[in-house]
């Protein structure tokens, strides 16, 4: 078995990000790592080049300006750095996700696996999204819970952005045209957490990755300058152990403290929220987003 890890990034140093620690993070599961660095403005690419890494590849790369709708141009480099996978599996990771040391055997033993398992093609992540610091997580069902990050690499997929993926359909015939449609890939669920840090940075990064982000989302505003104006009810604690590697990076570069504006009043968006909460407490259902088609889970 043979994995392909793959990323891409840009400003990564000036925006704050735990590239380094995310790529170290999976190196351990990775026989290659792949990562698209976009033309930056800080040291992102002496950074990678400094790590003298034998398993990582770099490609260097130029962002379309131009792309400026539902944050394509992210898909476009994850793209990038999946079309120059070799492996069996092309495990993504984004430059703010993090594995923790203690989940590498049982993610390695879930991958080998589900090999020859032909119908798995997806593996789903469970998420911890950090919130505001590093002991608070967004836990309401608009922040997606569980995500694929590892696409067996022989499936015929596309991004149409950088959070997911689209499998492609065979061509049928309607009405005398020739029509291609997608679906979601059908996963196992792992039942292994990724560490999501990149609303844990302090806030510093965050302004300035919502004046920098925001120009690819042509429809809305994707990234918040702040993490004050949130719901309070959205939001859980944190009490257990982050991963080794990132001890450095929260002393350094996370948020010290969160601090909710008392004055924030909830938007329509966060009252339809908290409906979702009371369903999920009173059914037990999952309300959030998934971007696949759960038919296994891991229980290895």
């Not at 925006?15 to 999976?26: D, M, Q, T």
């Not at 002496?46 to 141009?73: D, M, Y």
């Not at 979601?184 to 560490?195: E, F, H, K």
């Not at 004046?211 to 009810?233: R, V």
Request: glycine share 8%; with cysteine; charged share 30%.
């Amino acid at each position: 078995m043979k994995v392909s890890g793959f990323s891409f990034i840009r400003d990564g140093v000036k925006l704050g990000y735990p590239f380094v620690e995310s790529i170290r993070s999976a190196l351990p599961v990775c026989d290659e790592f792949i990562v698209a660095v976009g033309r930056s403005d800080d040291a992102t690419l002496a950074t990678l080049r400094g790590l003298q890494e034998p398993k990582l590849r770099i490609l260097e790369t130029r962002w379309n300006e131009q792309c400026r709708s539902h944050g394509f141009v992210y898909g476009q480099q994850k793209m990038i750095a999946q079309y120059n996978c070799t492996g069996d599996w092309a495990f993504y990771l984004e430059g703010d996700e993090v594995l923790h040391e203690r989940d590498l055997d049982s993610l390695h033993r879930a991958m080998a696996h589900y090999l020859d398992d032909g119908e798995v093609e997806a593996l789903a992540f469970d998420y911890l999204h950090f919130y505001g610091d590093t002991r608070h997580l967004h836990t309401a069902s608009q922040a997606y819970r569980k995500a694929t990050r590892i696409l067996r690499n022989s499936l015929r997929a596309i991004a149409p952005d950088g959070l997911y993926w689209a499998v492609m359909k065979e061509k049928k015939w309607h009405g005398g045209r020739n029509k291609r449609r997608t679906r979601y890939p059908r996963a196992a669920a792992l039942n292994l957490p990724i560490y999501h840090y990149g609303n844990a940075r302090h806030e510093r990064y965050v302004q300035r990755k919502a004046e920098t982000g925001n120009q690819y989302w042509s429809e809305k505003q994707a990234f918040s300058s702040s993490y004050g104006d949130l719901d309070a009810q959205q939001l859980g604690s944190f009490s257990g152990d982050h991963p080794a590697l990132m001890t450095d990076w929260i002393r350094e570069h996370a948020n010290p403290e969160l601090r909710l504006n008392p004055e924030h009043r909830l938007t329509t968006r966060e009252r339809k929220h908290r409906i979702n909460a009371r369903l999920e407490r009173w059914f037990g259902w999952d309300r959030s987003k998934r971007h696949f088609s759960l038919i296994r889970s891991w229980d290895g």
